[in-house]
Antibody, heavy 123, light 107 residues
Framework: EVQLVDSGGGLVQPGGSLRLSCAASGFAFSSYWMTWVRQAPGKGLEWVANIKQDGSEKYYMNSMKGRFTISRDNAKNSLYLQMSSLRAEDTAVYYC????????????????WGQGTLVTVSS | DIQMTQSPSSLSASVGDRVTITCRAS??????LAWFQQKPGKAPKSLIYAASRLHVGVPSKFRGSGSGTDFTLTITSLQPEDFATYYC?????????FGGGTKVEIK
C-alpha cells in the first residue's frame, strides 16, 4: 500500500526555522518526482515546491524561493522541506505528494498525498 | 503565472443530483488540468488528470472535460460521501496553480 507520512510540524516563532519530513513506503520512491503543497487555515491549496527523482531539478513558488529548500534522501525513502525566516503567513498544513509523469516526463501531475503536518508561526 | 478560476465557489445539492463545476484558466493549458476532492480535516484526494482521465479507483460518476482554457467536473448521482470541496489545478507550467475551490454542500 502506498503511504506518505508527513511529520515535523509544530509551533515556531516568527523568523525561526523548521524541517518537515515525509516518509514514503509502498512504492519505488526514487522513481518519482515529489512535491510539497500547503493550505492555510480555512483557505485553498498552494503549491510550494517540486523535486526531481534524483534531486537534480527543483522548482519553487516565488514567494518561498530563498526561504524554503526541498530535498530528498532516496536511500531513506524520505522527502524534506527546510523552512527558514518563517512568517505568520506561512502558518498552514503542509502536505507532501508523489507525482506522475506524462510520457517523456514533460509534465507532472499529482498522485498520492500525505496526511499533512501543521506548522504554526506565532510568538 | 496562470490563474485558475473556479465557479461557483459553493453550491447546494441533494442526494442523487448531478452537479457541474467549472474551472477557467487565464491562458491556454491544453489538457494539463487535474481535479481533487478534499473533505474537512483530510488530505486532498486526486480524482482526475489530463482533464478527463480518472485515477485508479476513482468511480466513473466523476467526469472531467475540457481543453484550452475551459474545463468542467461533473459528478452524477451525488451521494453523501461526495459532499466535499473540489479543486482544479493546472500543471502546464510553473508555478503550479490551483483554483479557489468549490464547496459542494447538502441541500
Amino acid at each position: 500500500e502506498v503511504q506518505l507520512v508527513d511529520s515535523g510540524g509544530g509551533l515556531v516563532q516568527p523568523g525561526g526555522s523548521l524541517r518537515l519530513s515525509c516518509a514514503a513506503s509502498g512504492f519505488a520512491f526514487s522513481s518519482y518526482w515529489m512535491t510539497w503543497v500547503r493550505q492555510a487555515p480555512g483557505k485553498g491549496l498552494e503549491w510550494v515546491a517540486n523535486i526531481k527523482q534524483d534531486g537534480s531539478e527543483k522548482y519553487y513558488m516565488n514567494s518561498m524561493k530563498g526561504r524554503f529548500t526541498i530535498s530528498r534522501d532516496n536511500a531513506k525513502n524520505s522527502l524534506y522541506l527546510q523552512m527558514s525566516s518563517l512568517r505568520a503567513e506561512d502558518t498552514a498544513v503542509y502536505y507532501c505528494a508523489s507525482l506522475y509523469c506524462t510520457p517523456g516526463c514533460s509534465k507532472i501531475y499529482f498522485h498520492q498525498w500525505g496526511q499533512g503536518t501543521l506548522v504554526t508561526v506565532s510568538s | 503565472d496562470i490563474q485558475m478560476t473556479q465557479s461557483p465557489s459553493s453550491l447546494s445539492a441533494s442526494v442523487g443530483d448531478r452537479v457541474t463545476i467549472t474551472c477557467r484558466a487565464s491562458q491556454g493549458i491544453s489538457n494539463y488540468l487535474a481535479w481533487f476532492q478534499q473533505k474537512p480535516g483530510k488530505a486532498p484526494k486526486s480524482l482526475i488528470y489530463a482533464a478527463s482521465r480518472l485515477h485508479v479507483g476513482v468511480p466513473s460518476k466523476f467526469r472531467g472535460s475540457g481543453s484550452g482554457t475551459d474545463f468542467t467536473l461533473t459528478i452524477t448521482s451525488l451521494q453523501p460521501e461526495d459532499f466535499a470541496t473540489y479543486y482544479c489545478q493546472q500543471y502546464e507550467s510553473y508555478p503550479l496553480t490551483f483554483g479557489g475551490g468549490t464547496k459542494v454542500e447538502i441541500k
